[in-house]
Every structure is written in structure tokens, then in C-alpha cells.
Nanobody
Framework: QVQLVESGGGLVQAGGSLRLSCAAS????????MSWHRQAPGKERELVAS????????NYADSVKGRFTISRDNPKNTVYLQMNSLKPDDTAVYYC?????????????WGQGTQVTVSS
């Protein structure tokens, strides 16, 4: 049973920081690429950051480059998103994603999401 549980969201003023965590279970975490996505009201869900299974490579949306950092701790089955210099446009529900190969098909699994609200 794949399970992804996000935490760390909340209300923060512009310029502030938050650190999101995603606790994973039900699969071999160390072999799975992980990512963070977000969805603002009325908008499509977008990729924010991704990280390879061993943590050796990361990728970021242009809108968050230089401000956000994705990392993972494989022994703890946890992926993080450090968010600095937050802007009101960062307000969204943030979702943790695991991309898994199941019966030779690539499937995406999602957590329940955690709300991040950035005020001016």
C-alpha cells in the first residue's frame, strides 16, 4: 500500500520560509524518483521540483529556482522541500509524488497535500 503523507504547510508572510516533509511507505523508496507539485485555486497542478532516487540530481521549475531546494533522506523514507523567500504566488496546495513502475507501467502516486499560504 503506497502512502505519501505531507506535512509542514501553513501560513507565512512574504519573504518567509517553510520546510515541507513527505513521509513515504509501501514501496522501495530508495529506488523511486520523487517530486513536489503544487496546485493553486483555478490552476493546473504544476511540477515544482524533482529528485532522482539516490538524490544525485534535482530539477526545478523556473519560478522557484534559487528559492526552493528538494532533498531526500532515503534511510528515513522522507523527501523534503525547503522553501525560502516565499511569495504570494507560491500559495497553493503542495503534493508529494512518487513515480513508480508497476507491471511495466509508469504510475504516479500522490499524497493528500498540504496547504501553503503566503500573505503580503
Amino acid at each position: 500500500q503506497v502512502q505519501l503523507v505531507e506535512s509542514g504547510g501553513g501560513l507565512v508572510q512574504a519573504g518567509g520560509s517553510l520546510r515541507l516533509s513527505c513521509a513515504a511507505s509501501g514501496f522501495t523508496f530508495s529506488s523511486a524518483p520523487m517530486s513536489w507539485h503544487r496546485q493553486a485555486p483555478g490552476k493546473e497542478r504544476e511540477l515544482v521540483a524533482s529528485i532522482t532516487s539516490a538524490g544525485g540530481s534535482t530539477n526545478y521549475a523556473d519560478s522557484v529556482k534559487g528559492r526552493f531546494t528538494i532533498s531526500r533522506d532515503n534511510p528515513k523514507n522522507t523527501v523534503y522541500l525547503q522553501m525560502n523567500s516565499l511569495k504570494p504566488d507560491d500559495t497553493a496546495v503542495y503534493y508529494c509524488n512518487a513515480r513508480l513502475l508497476v507491471n511495466f507501467r509508469r504510475l504516479d502516486y500522490w499524497g493528500q497535500g498540504t496547504q501553503v499560504t503566503v500573505s503580503s
